[in-house]
């Protein structure tokens, strides 16, 4: 489910930009990102609400998004970081 509305947001995203400063006419109704950004936050918060309760836990287990939980409670940032790592851990394959 993630990645299909990962996969899905992404194209809506491109489409506006095809559309030029006018997409949020299109849009009038409705962010039609919505169900697709719905999805990808339900299957990020549950990684980000275990890792900020158990931040408090050891400290000598080491993590990047221990490292994250560390700097910010900024669940936004956080869930955006996540975010990222995720994608560039997909796209990118050691030779």
Do not use: C, Y
């Given at each position: 489910?993630?990645?299909?509305?990962?996969?899905?947001?992404?194209?809506?995203?491109?489409?506006?930009?095809?559309?030029?400063?006018?997409?949020?006419?299109?849009?009038?109704?409705?962010?039609?990102?919505?169900?697709?950004?719905?999805?990808?936050?339900?299957?990020?918060?549950?990684?980000?609400?275990n890792?900020?309760?158990?931040?408090?836990?050891?400290?000598?287990?080491?993590?990047?998004?221990?490292h994250?939980?560390?700097?910010?409670?900024?669940p936004?940032?956080?869930?955006?970081?996540?975010?990222?790592?995720?994608?560039?851990?997909?796209?990118?394959?050691?030779?």
């Amino acid at each position: 489910m993630f990645s299909k509305a990962f996969a899905s947001a992404q194209h809506t995203i491109g489409g506006r930009g095809w559309n030029g400063p006018s997409w949020p006419l299109l849009e009038m109704f409705g962010d039609a990102t919505r169900k697709d950004v719905k999805t990808i936050h339900n299957f990020l918060d549950p990684i980000l609400q275990n890792a900020t309760s158990q931040h408090s836990g050891d400290p000598n287990q080491s993590n990047f998004l221990n490292h994250l939980v560390s700097e910010t409670e900024d669940p936004a940032l956080l869930r955006d970081e996540l975010l990222n790592i995720l994608v560039a851990g997909n796209v990118w394959r050691p030779l």
